[in-house]
């Protein structure tokens, strides 16, 4: 079976992804509210949709600002649910704004959205999936894996082979114990 560090590398699309973020430390809670937006976005299509499409979801969720996307009404929505440069799923907008007001309560109790992973870090796949589905919507195992893994609070995102493991070991994600 290959794995992404086999595929990715010199792919226009994702070998930017897989050499400079995916499995890195975020500590941005924009950032981390958009690759959870993105991997809801993922499921049923393929990552490289996604990776096509990111720079139009960024400008249509607004560089993916919590707060802004938090205050979405109805137009927005109808935006969204227009804009055939994004994907054009009711379940997964709402989700996202749905998600952002969610996360905006979660800053108030704990300061920021990583302040809230950390504090409940560190946990099994299961856990953290019982966790996701009590507290946002649309947040499967799968999406919930791949959003853990790519934010660097679970392992998994390289193996130990690959040049870029050692690189997201430098930076400490959450998962690594030295």
Known sequence: MTS?????????????????????PVQDDDILFERLILEINQAGLSWLTVLKKRDAFQRAFDRFSIEKVARYGDQERERLLNDA???????????AIHNAGVILDLKKE???????????????????????KRTFRFTGPE???EFLMSTGYLSGAHREECPVYRQVLEQSPPWYKR
Do not use: Q
């Open 110 to 132: 704990y300061g920021t959205f990583k302040a809230w992973l950390d504090a409940h870090h560190p946990r099994s796949l299961s856990e953290w999936t019982a966790l996701f």
């Open 85 to 95: 440069s994004i994907i054009r799923n009711r379940l997964k907008v709402n989700a």
């Open 143 to 145: 999406i919930v894996n």
């Open 4 to 24: 992404y560090c086999d595929s990715a590398p010199d792919h226009p699309w994702h070998g930017p992804y897989h050499d400079h973020e995916y499995g890195f």
